[in-house]
């Protein structure tokens, strides 16, 4: 039985914007804390993806991982252009939405 709640795809990346990290969470604001603070080993702690350049927003956890999934599949150049369609500075959209997190 599908849960109705939020969810987000996001993507975050490093300071030169030369790696991106493509997730799914529950808790936008949580998620990006985790990744600007290094909580969690692994890739984005790696590399620093401490940016949040690109989110979506779903009611669904189906469609939110099927969506985070097709995303994966993509080419650079496609992530790339579907982020510069929402932020074409690539501004750090966690500043913007959360205030100071």
Known sequence: MPCDYDF???????????????????DLTRRVREHQSDET????????????VYWEHYSQVEDAIAREKQLKGWSR???VALIESMNPRWVDLSEEIFGNI
């Open 77 to 79: 150049k496609k992530k």
């Open 41 to 52: 080993p692994g890739f984005t702690a790696h590399y620093r993806c401490h940016k949040l």
């Open 8 to 26: 987000w795809v996001y993507t975050t990346t490093n300071k030169l914007d030369s790696v991106l990290y493509i997730g799914v969470t529950n």
